[in-house]
């Protein structure tokens, strides 16, 4: 089945820095991905749809510039945390949906537990 | 999307079915019903879904009412594995395009020894 990679699965980062987590589809073509936040005890919360050669799109409240995501390829998009502070500590997940299967039903990645000091 | 009403929190005994319940009584004719589960720190796996007809596969059952209003999800032989948050999203077509998923609070499922 569709398999999305996630990376890195945990990170510790330090207040004012940068961080960029991975997001692979390793068996199919993702035009297009899409980038959760999840904070402890609550839900999923979209945060950015990621299209391949264009710009992505972003939920309300979301901060483009804070969160910056590029999709240069077709199994490749990426989320970087610029001036990362303690409130963006979370769970960041991607997902992607793989065309072939049957179901047409989106595959997550992992995630990506984000500490920031 | 229509909204999607669950219970907050279910207990099912390990080796019993647990039925999941949710509520979508604002869904439309073209809508589908999702479940999703996600155990803790993890990304949400996709269950199943379906439309109008009863749906099963290897991890579960999905029984739809005829009025599609209201749905279950039965995993027939609980698993302390299976111990987790079970998510109910109505969403149109079949993948519906290139929009993500909107994730309610989901039932926190705990399966007991």
């Known amino acids: 089945g569709a398999v999305v990679s996630q990376h890195p699965s945990w990170v510790i980062c330090k207040s004012g820095t940068s961080v960029k987590i991975e997001c692979r589809s390793l068996?199919?073509?993702?035009?297009?991905m899409f980038w959760y936040r999840q904070f402890p005890k609550q839900s999923l919360m979209l945060m950015a749809t990621?299209?391949?050669?264009?710009?992505?799109?972003?939920e309300q409240g979301v901060e483009k510039d804070k969160f910056l995501i590029n999709h240069a390829s077709l199994t490749l998009s990426t989320l970087t945390v610029t001036s990362a502070h303690p409130e963006d500590s979370s769970f960041y997940i991607c997902?992607?949906?793989?065309?072939?299967?049957?179901?047409?039903?989106?595959?997550f990645g992992s995630g990506t537990r984000l500490t920031v000091v | 999307d229509a909204k999607t009403t669950q219970p907050t929190s279910m207990d099912c005994a390990e080796g019993r079915a647990a039925n999941l319940p949710c509520n979508h009584s604002t869904i439309s004719g073209n809508e589908y019903v999702y479940w999703y589960r996600q155990i803790h720190s993890q990304g949400p796996q996709y269950i199943i879904h379906?439309?109008?007809n009863n749906e099963t596969n290897e991890m579960a059952s999905l029984i739809i009412t005829e009025d599609r209003k209201s749905s279950t999800l039965i995993l027939p032989h609980a698993t302390l594995r299976d111990t987790a948050v079970y998510y109910c999203?109505?969403?149109?077509?079949?993948?519906?395009?290139?929009?993500?998923?909107?994730f309610g609070k989901g039932t926190h499922l705990i399966i007991q020894p």
């Open positions: 379906g439309l109008k």
């Open positions: 068996d199919f073509q993702a035009t297009t």
């Open positions: 990621s299209n391949e050669g264009s710009k992505a799109t972003y």
């Open positions: 997902s992607a949906r793989d065309p072939r299967t049957a179901n047409y039903g989106y595959t």
């Open positions: 999203i109505v969403r149109g077509g079949s993948g519906g395009g290139a929009d993500g998923l909107t």
